[in-house]
């Protein structure tokens, strides 16, 4: 697998200024990442700047917390196709995880399947977070969704993704749904290692350095 077509190029910072999008776009074109991952205010920024690429606009929804009401996720996830998004991210309710609150939990995130139509949505389950136990009940409930992707992190928690949890998460999909991995994947290796784990996509905004490692290396 082509590690740069893995990638999720992503700028997800609140001081993230136009011109920096701009750029972000560039580096996706040039070296053919799947997504650029932009806040919902960038996307239609994105999409006009990527209207003539195959690199689709990525953004997030409920994004860092997870703690947005289903109504307010679904309006975020509709509004951002509307302004040219491809992909949809979003953030588990983590509050429901961790009480047990499975029915909360399934609710939550059929209602932005829902509103995602036929575009891909992936679940951040903010893994951090969660036990083994906890991460295969919301696997669980991702699959039933018919969820594209589960992924492991936003980036805004207190750690990112492991080859542990990658493993843990793939083993429990198996063939019913993809996983990105993100938080701290920085080099080639250690994209490699993702995705060798089991990972499809990487969410990360090291893509260009990746990208420029991985072609400086045969076993990459």
Known sequence: MNITSTVDHTLLKQFATSEQIKTLCEEAKKFNFATVCVNPVHVKLAAEELNSSEVKVCTVV??????NTSAVKSFEA?????NGAGEIDMVINIGA??????NLVEEDIKAVRKACGETPLKVI???CFLENEEIIEACNICVDAKVAFVKTSTGFGTGGATIDHVKLMKSTVGDNALVKASGGIRDAQSAQAMIDAGASRLGTSAGV???NNATSHESY
């Open 78 to 82: 509709k509004n951002a196709i509307e």
């Open 62 to 67: 409920g994004f860092p917390l997870g703690a």
């Open 125 to 127: 389950l903010e893994t």
């Open 209 to 211: 350095a990746i990208a």
């Open 97 to 102: 995880v961790k009480e047990g609150n499975w």
